[in-house]
């Protein structure tokens, strides 16, 4: 396969950890981790990854690994965009 293919990745369904944790255990914070994979579902090492806030506008980056794998921890409970970037592969959104 092409790397020039759009971006799967595979997410430990962090997006909700924030106000799961919130619930769970009274805090305001949470955390979002996974993996970046391409297409041939080879990890992605060196791919940015930002999140940002929808209510507050407050936006974070972190570089994926060498196993393609990304972490962000501390983010205020609420919603989020994601985008994961790398030259020569075609950018991915998510809300």
């Known amino acids: ?41 080879s990890v992605v090492p060196g791919a940015t990854v930002t999140v940002k806030n929808e209510a507050t506008a407050t936006t974070v980056t972190t570089i994926t690994d060498d196993k393609g794998a990304y972490l962000f921890t501390n983010l205020i409970a609420g919603r989020y965009e994601m985008k994961v970037t790398l030259a020569n592969f075609k950018t991915y959104e998510a809300k």
């Open 1 to 41: 396969m092409r790397r020039q293919q759009v971006f799967v990745w595979a997410v430990a369904l962090g997006l909700l950890c924030a106000s799961t944790a919130m619930a769970a255990a009274q805090t305001l914070t949470g955390q979002l981790g996974g993996t970046v994979i391409d297409g041939s579902k």
